[in-house]
């Protein structure tokens, strides 16, 4: 295995952009002994002013309800576009409107270049076939949006009004106004809340086996989770591990039946009910679950190499509740390719996409919303049609 254990991960991406971890392995063309490219995700960055500023130099997030004066990207001036959200949904969608000279204004999120910040080797995203650290990756797509004057502030949007146009959404007492949106805000993974799963995320705990299931060839690992999403997930390590455990904390499964017969047919899962994980145990890298029996409550240490979340994800939609139609599981519904029921307020990425969930294809729906953006505003003369890029 390549160990995944190499992670950076910060226990939580709070620190965004932040080197990785001195033993994230050098990329070319990068630092050596770490991750050190200069990207400054600490705070708002105008046109360029990310690229080459060295962590720790970057101006710093202006205050909660700090000046309108252009330091927080909001000069009082109508922006074409406002993007939210800066995981590769958002930030493709940036580098594809910038190019289209929309000027797009990226509201980051307070935990800018979302999931994959808290992930070690992507091996599955082309263009790298060596891989590359999520975090790193994502240090690229920034970069490249700000190389065509892309204006980043890293807030969360709070509220917005998609009453009329301008929109106006609202972030850190700030007002920010725009002709269009991109809601790129993606989903959260859930996770179990333990300490020792936080310290090992990366290093044998992972919520996505279709990312990171590659590195468990020939190991033992185990899937917690009672629905669907985790079934389907044992199911598919068994193409890597050697025996796969899948836990669930009760004797009864949300998951259809068809998937649960199929997970008791493959003779390399073994299904334990009843199961609690109270503590992932490793050092550098997983090595052991503590179990507890929910009802007996009697403890047991089960050797275990990797730990699949799959409790499940929580989109990212707060912020728009109720402007915007949600499906049964809270993910956004779009309309068409890449619109929402509001006219002029699109949609990318895994905020609707609960079937895909890849970086590739949220990177491929901001592209698409960009791109239905720029012709949704020539259409109303706001975008000259002499911008429209040539992609
Ligand atoms: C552990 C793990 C490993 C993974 N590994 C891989 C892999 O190897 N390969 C792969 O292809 N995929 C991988 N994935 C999946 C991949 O990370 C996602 O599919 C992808 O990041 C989705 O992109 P997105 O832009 O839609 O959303 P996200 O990446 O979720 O980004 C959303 C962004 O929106 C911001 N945001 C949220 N709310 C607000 C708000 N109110 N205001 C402003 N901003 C907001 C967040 O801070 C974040 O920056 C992995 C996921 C996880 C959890």
């Not at 969608?93 to 992507?122: C, D, F, H, K, W």
């Not at 990366?202 to 279709?210: D, E, F, I, M």
């Given at each position: 295995?390549?160990?995944?254990?190499?992670?950076?991960?910060?226990?939580?991406?709070?620190?965004?952009?932040?080197?990785?971890?001195?033993?994230?392995?050098?990329?070319?063309?990068?630092?050596?002994?770490?991750?050190?490219?200069?990207?400054?995700?600490?705070?708002?960055?105008?046109?360029?002013?990310?690229?080459?500023?060295?962590?720790?130099?970057?101006?710093?997030?202006?205050?909660?309800?700090?000046?309108?004066?252009?330091?927080?990207?909001?000069?009082?001036?109508?922006?074409?576009?406002?993007?939210?959200?800066?995981?590769?949904?958002?930030?493709?969608?940036?580098?594809?409107?910038?190019?289209?000279?929309?000027?797009?204004?990226?509201?980051?999120?307070?935990?800018?270049?979302?999931?994959?910040?808290?992930?070690?080797?992507?091996?599955?995203?082309?263009?790298?076939?060596?891989?590359?650290?999520?975090?790193?990756?994502?240090?690229?797509?920034?970069?490249?949006?700000?190389?065509?004057?892309?204006?980043?502030?890293?807030?969360?949007?709070?509220?917005v009004?998609f009453?009329?146009?301008?929109?106006?959404?609202?972030?850190?007492?700030?007002?920010?106004?725009?002709?269009?949106?991109?809601i790129?805000t993606g989903a959260?993974?859930?996770?179990?809340?333990?300490?020792?799963?936080?310290?090992?995320?990366?290093?044998?705990?992972?919520?996505?086996?279709?990312?990171?299931?590659?590195?468990?060839?020939?190991?033992?690992?185990?899937?917690?989770?009672?629905?669907?999403?985790?079934?389907?997930?044992?199911?598919?390590?068994?193409?890597?591990?050697?025996?796969?455990?899948?836990?669930?904390?009760?004797?009864?499964?949300?998951?259809?039946?068809?998937?649960?017969?199929?997970?008791?047919?493959?003779?390399?899962?073994?299904?334990?009910?009843?199961?609690?994980?109270?503590?992932?145990?490793?050092?550098?890298?997983?090595?052991?679950?503590?179990?507890?029996?929910?009802?007996?409550?009697?403890?047991?240490?089960?050797?275990?190499?990797?730990?699949?979340?799959?409790?499940g994800h929580r989109p990212n939609t707060a912020a728009f509740a109720g402007w915007l139609a949600v499906d049964d599981k809270g993910y956004l519904v779009v309309e068409?390719?890449?619109?929402s029921q509001i006219?002029?307020v699109?949609i990318?990425g895994d905020v609707h996409d609960h079937?895909?969930?890849?970086?590739?294809?949220?990177?491929?729906?901001?592209?698409?919303?960009?791109?239905?953006?720029?012709?949704?505003?020539?259409?109303?003369?706001?975008?000259?049609?002499?911008?429209?890029?040539?992609?």
């Amino acid at each position: 295995m390549t160990d995944k254990p190499t992670t950076s991960t910060p226990s939580s991406p709070a620190a965004p952009g932040a080197p990785a971890t001195p033993e994230a392995p050098a990329a070319p063309g990068f630092g050596s002994g770490g991750f050190s490219f200069a990207i400054d995700f600490s705070g708002d960055a105008g046109a360029g002013a990310g690229a080459g500023v060295a962590l720790g130099q970057a101006a710093p997030i202006s205050a909660p309800g700090g000046p309108s004066d252009g330091a927080d990207g909001h000069d009082g001036s109508v922006s074409k576009v406002v993007i939210v959200g800066s995981g590769p949904a958002g930030l493709t969608a940036a580098i594809y409107a910038a190019r289209a000279n929309l000027e797009p204004l990226v509201l980051a999120g307070v935990e800018p270049g979302g999931q994959l910040m808290i992930t070690s080797e992507v091996e599955n995203f082309p263009g790298f076939p060596d891989g590359i650290q999520g975090p790193e990756l994502m240090a690229r797509f920034r970069a490249q949006a700000e190389r065509f004057g892309t204006r980043i502030v890293d807030v969360d949007v709070e509220r917005v009004d998609f009453s009329e146009r301008p929109f106006r959404l609202w972030a850190r007492g700030v007002e920010y106004r725009a002709e269009s949106v991109i809601i790129a805000t993606g989903a959260s993974a859930m996770w179990l809340g333990l300490e020792s799963e936080t310290r090992l995320r990366g290093r044998g705990v992972s919520a996505c086996a279709t990312c990171d299931g590659f590195f468990f060839r020939d190991r033992e690992v185990a899937v917690v989770g009672g629905g669907d999403t985790a079934l389907e997930e044992a199911n598919f390590l068994t193409r890597f591990a050697s025996k796969v455990h899948l836990l669930h904390r009760r004797d009864t499964f949300r998951a259809s039946k068809i998937m649960l017969d199929r997970a008791s047919a493959n003779e390399k899962i073994q299904i334990h009910t009843n199961v609690a994980v109270e503590e992932v145990l490793g050092g550098a890298k997983v090595e052991a679950l503590r179990l507890r029996d929910t009802i007996t409550n009697d403890e047991r240490v089960l050797p275990m190499e990797g730990l699949f979340v799959a409790i499940g994800h929580r989109p990212n939609t707060a912020a728009f509740a109720g402007w915007l139609a949600v499906d049964d599981k809270g993910y956004l519904v779009v309309e068409g390719h890449t619109g929402s029921q509001i006219d002029g307020v699109f949609i990318a990425g895994d905020v609707h996409d609960h079937h895909y969930r890849q970086a590739v294809t949220a990177a491929a729906d901001g592209c698409k919303a960009a791109i239905d953006v720029e012709h949704w505003l020539e259409a109303r003369g706001i975008a000259r049609a002499s911008t429209v890029t040539a992609w």
